[in-house]
């Protein structure tokens, strides 16, 4: 399933990355927990969070993740978009709490790591 | 082609039309005619030029542009006799060769023109520029830029075959600055594309770049005055140090403790301070050496082998 389809099918706003939708996701993680992303989430992975600041960028490049989810309406800021699309990490958004979104993706076949 | 990579190719492309001059793509060669040349006469330089048409000069001054439509136009009615003075286009459109690609396509665009003469500051004719210029320019500079990267790869790569010495060793030095969250990161990130372009194995980069993070982060969130960051490469091991000079650990076994974190709340809520960093480092590294003196700094020393 690629980024694009998942875009889609959860109603998922494309805030930063939009060339990059093509990706293939090798699975899902859900954590605000910085450390714990670093610790679990696979390349690949998509990741779902409350956090919005530059520094999720960081994580998702060190770790090659297919891209970020921030839920809740949260609104990322303006540097976290901008350093996503330099570094050509996804930034998705939706309004909706990241239970709803992880079960959804879980719907599209999208596996957590363990 | 999906639509996806459509997408990322026509981004890439964007850039170039507004990096790349259009003296740097158009055709220095330009066949040109006269005003008092005939259709006949511009009939036969197309065809055997292969080209679709042709700026008028006249004592070295542009004074028209004469296409292949106009070409037809003229054959229509029979008048091959015709001057390509009274068929040409007077009002010419020209682009300075000093201009971004993208002021070429946003004109050649707006009237439906072929092609543009290109011309200096000073007015001169210095080249023309085609649709397919561009195409064929923009492609060149796609490739050129693949081959860069591929030659600093090659390069990096064969770094300590090609310099001799008992010890060689590359070392990597970062500074990280205190409470600065924006910039987190960077430096592992820069360390992450420098083990890539030595060639080192995709695991042992995720490996070195969680274990540099997690390093840096501490450094930005506790480090009274950041840190530094030094990476040691070596043929048989990383060595990645994290120095800062204060405030200190009173308990290293407790800092040890998974979970454990001094980091004040507005740091947590950002997702950081969570208590696994050193946990994670020492997940990722084979050995890992913490100590510190409270009033004076702390060192984190992590290590790889790579045999």
Redesign the interface.
């Given at each position: 399933m690629?980024l694009?389809e998942i875009a889609h099918r959860l109603s998922l706003q494309i805030r930063a990355g939009?060339?990059?939708?093509?990706r293939e996701v090798t699975g899902g993680y859900a954590s605000?927990?910085?450390?714990?992303v670093?610790?679990r989430a696979r390349?690949g992975n998509i990741w779902v969070?409350l956090?919005a600041?530059?520094?999720?960028?960081?994580?998702a490049?060190?770790?090659?993740l297919a891209g970020i989810i921030i839920t809740e309406g949260v609104e990322p800021e303006p540097?976290t978009l901008q350093r996503a699309q330099v570094?050509h990490i996804p930034i998705l958004t939706t309004v909706r709490t990241t239970f709803t979104v992880v079960s959804e993706l879980a719907q599209l076949g999208v596996k957590g790591v363990d | 082609m999906?639509?996806?990579?459509k997408?990322?190719e026509?981004?890439k492309i964007q850039e170039l039309i507004y990096e790349l001059k259009i003296e740097q793509i158009m055709t220095r060669e330009v066949v040109t005619v006269a005003p008092e040349n005939t259709i006949a006469e511009l009939k036969t330089i197309l065809k055997t030029r292969r080209i679709s048409g042709t700026p008028v000069l006249q004592d070295g001054k542009l004074v028209g542009i004469v296409s292949i439509e106009d070409l037809i136009g003229a054959l229509e009615v029979g008048e091959k006799d015709a001057l390509v003075r009274d068929r040409m286009t007077r009002n010419v459109q020209t682009i300075y060769a000093d201009e971004s690609v993208v002021q070429a396509v946003n004109k050649l665009t707006q009237y439906g023109f072929g092609r543009l003469p290109v011309v200096d500051r000073q007015g001169r004719l210095v080249g023309i520029l085609t649709r397919g210029d561009i195409v064929r320019g923009l492609l060149k500079q796609m490739e050129v830029e693949y081959h860069e990267e591929e030659i600093h790869r090659y390069r990096a790569s064969h770094i300590f075959e090609d310099i001799v010495s008992d010890q060689t060793g590359l070392v990597l030095r970062y500074r990280v600055k205190a409470k600065d969250?924006?910039?987190?990161?960077?430096a592992?990130?820069k360390v992450?594309r420098a083990l890539e372009r030595l060639g080192a194995q995709p695991p042992l980069v995720?490996r070195v770049?969680?274990a540099t993070?997690?390093a840096e982060?501490n450094l930005i969130i506790h480090a009274d005055n950041g840190g530094e960051i030094i990476v040691e490469i070596m043929p048989e091991q990383i060595r990645v140090i994290a120095l800062d000079n204060g405030p200190g650990i009173p308990d290293i076994e407790q800092a040890l403790q998974p979970g454990f974190s001094t980091a004040p709340d507005w740091i947590r809520e950002?997702?950081?301070g969570?208590?696994?960093?050193l946990?994670?480092i020492q997940?990722c590294a084979d050995k890992m050496n913490l100590s510190s003196k409270v009033g004076v700094g702390t060192r984190l020393e992590i290590l790889f082998h790579l045999k």
């Amino acid at each position: 399933m690629t980024l694009k389809e998942i875009a889609h099918r959860l109603s998922l706003q494309i805030r930063a990355g939009e060339t990059e939708l093509g990706r293939e996701v090798t699975g899902g993680y859900a954590s605000d927990l910085l450390s714990c992303v670093m610790a679990r989430a696979r390349r690949g992975n998509i990741w779902v969070t409350l956090q919005a600041h530059p520094n999720i960028v960081a994580v998702a490049v060190l770790l090659e993740l297919a891209g970020i989810i921030i839920t809740e309406g949260v609104e990322p800021e303006p540097a976290t978009l901008q350093r996503a699309q330099v570094e050509h990490i996804p930034i998705l958004t939706t309004v909706r709490t990241t239970f709803t979104v992880v079960s959804e993706l879980a719907q599209l076949g999208v596996k957590g790591v363990d | 082609m999906t639509a996806e990579t459509k997408s990322a190719e026509i981004t890439k492309i964007q850039e170039l039309i507004y990096e790349l001059k259009i003296e740097q793509i158009m055709t220095r060669e330009v066949v040109t005619v006269a005003p008092e040349n005939t259709i006949a006469e511009l009939k036969t330089i197309l065809k055997t030029r292969r080209i679709s048409g042709t700026p008028v000069l006249q004592d070295g001054k542009l004074v028209g542009i004469v296409s292949i439509e106009d070409l037809i136009g003229a054959l229509e009615v029979g008048e091959k006799d015709a001057l390509v003075r009274d068929r040409m286009t007077r009002n010419v459109q020209t682009i300075y060769a000093d201009e971004s690609v993208v002021q070429a396509v946003n004109k050649l665009t707006q009237y439906g023109f072929g092609r543009l003469p290109v011309v200096d500051r000073q007015g001169r004719l210095v080249g023309i520029l085609t649709r397919g210029d561009i195409v064929r320019g923009l492609l060149k500079q796609m490739e050129v830029e693949y081959h860069e990267e591929e030659i600093h790869r090659y390069r990096a790569s064969h770094i300590f075959e090609d310099i001799v010495s008992d010890q060689t060793g590359l070392v990597l030095r970062y500074r990280v600055k205190a409470k600065d969250f924006t910039h987190g990161g960077e430096a592992s990130s820069k360390v992450k594309r420098a083990l890539e372009r030595l060639g080192a194995q995709p695991p042992l980069v995720r490996r070195v770049a969680i274990a540099t993070y997690e390093a840096e982060t501490n450094l930005i969130i506790h480090a009274d005055n950041g840190g530094e960051i030094i990476v040691e490469i070596m043929p048989e091991q990383i060595r990645v140090i994290a120095l800062d000079n204060g405030p200190g650990i009173p308990d290293i076994e407790q800092a040890l403790q998974p979970g454990f974190s001094t980091a004040p709340d507005w740091i947590r809520e950002l997702g950081f301070g969570a208590g696994m960093g050193l946990n994670n480092i020492q997940a990722c590294a084979d050995k890992m050496n913490l100590s510190s003196k409270v009033g004076v700094g702390t060192r984190l020393e992590i290590l790889f082998h790579l045999k």
